[in-house]
């Protein structure tokens, strides 16, 4: 898609340039018009693009660290729903707390753009890999194949036991409107099944 916008934009462009250069007068405006549709176009795909290779590189790292890094469990903490969406994805903010052995931990917040029905719950668990150098740079693991670019979706499970909290936490979203019906029953789903 994204070479379609630069290939035609880029065709605009030309096209807008022999217009313009042809001398008449008519042919001067539309080659303008052209001009202009071809410049958007181009720079639509070369921004496009150029977010989209920033989240696969982000996420490339992200799975270099995971395999390499110092191996934690992630807490979740806080899940905020934010008003920007991706692709008909919302974006979350995360508060993770990690927990290393020996008992020290550490804060960590994320963005995440993942799926309604893949969202995290306060109080799952996801395996992390950090760099003990940098706590800033930390990795979730994640399920692979189920969301495209620029979206996750985290392998979370219950923090162990029972999951009636973990499904007293889903109905309270569904309650305040987080969840449709719909999400609620797939992310209990998910939760019976793990």
């Known amino acids: 898609m994204l070479r379609f916008f630069l290939v035609a934009g880029a065709g605009f462009v030309v096209a807008g340039l022999f217009a313009v250069q042809s001398g008449n007068e008519g042919a001067g405006i539309a080659g303008g018009t052209f001009l202009m549709i071809g410049v958007i176009w181009v720079l639509v795909a070369v921004g496009v693009g150029g977010f989209y290779a920033k989240h696969a590189k982000k996420q490339a790292d992200d799975r270099r660290l995971y395999e390499t890094g110092s191996r934690a469990r992630g807490v979740i903490e806080e899940v905020e729903q934010t008003a920007t969406s991706i692709n008909d994805m919302p974006v979350f903010n995360l508060v993770v707390r990690i927990e290393l052995e020996g008992g020290d931990s550490f804060v960590h917040r994320r963005r995440l753009v993942t799926p309604t029905s893949?969202?995290?719950?306060?109080?799952?668990?996801?395996?992390?890999?950090?760099?003990?150098?940098?706590?800033?740079?930390?990795?979730?693991?994640?399920?692979?194949?189920?969301?495209?670019?620029p979206a996750e979706v985290l392998a979370v499970r219950s923090a162990g036991g029972s999951n009636l909290d973990d499904l007293e936490r889903l109905a309270r979203l569904r309650d305040q409107g987080v969840l449709t019906e719909d999400e609620f029953r797939e992310q209990k789903a998910r939760l019976l099944e793990g």
């Open 118 to 149: 893949a969202m995290p719950v306060p109080g799952q668990v996801v395996n992390v890999a950090y760099d003990p150098r940098d706590r800033t740079r930390v990795a979730y693991e994640t399920r692979p194949g189920l969301a495209a670019l």
